[in-house]
């Protein structure tokens, strides 16, 4: 199911995004949870509509590339939460969206040499940026906060299919952390991606924590 056309009318509808300006879309959730591919479904729906979008993913943000990473949460398991991410330059970015930059340098994992590249964005030609990743939704500023609800447990045979060492008792270890991390943020949300990528309003209305 194409979760970017339901959820596309759903904030046409209830929350007028066609009438906002340069307008900033957060999606959270766990790993597993379709944030990813919610976000990039959205983008293509929005550009397909007539406002040009694109997507920053919090990946590219974190403050060491993946492995290197992984091997620091052995190290540290009290490391894993915000703090691995560099959520200021990720705060910058949405900035410079919101104020039509051209020419903004944004990193870009390269997971097949551990590194962070980068990519050049031109922001002015945007109407609309979608921002994914587990803590977006703490971000100031977001004109509609969405929360993909499935949880690691919920999404374990999708991380078998993307080859995710799901079996591994350190990586389920590292998810129930993220869990009790990443769950408050669904009173933040304004709209709920169920498990069956259902998409609906919040019950919560978007309440802010």
Known sequence: MNVGAPLLALL????GLARRTRPVIGIAGESGSGKTTAATELAAALTAAGMPAAVLHQDDYFVRPPRTNH??????LSAVGPREVDLARLREHVAAFRAGRDGVRVPQVDYPNDRFLERVVDFAPLAALVVEGTYVLALDGLDVRVFCAATHDETRERRRLRNRDIDAPFVERVLEIEHALIAPQAALADVVIDPEFRVARAATGGQRL
């Open 12 to 15: 046409q509808a209830d929350f």
């Open 71 to 76: 091997l620091h949460r052995e190290r540290d």
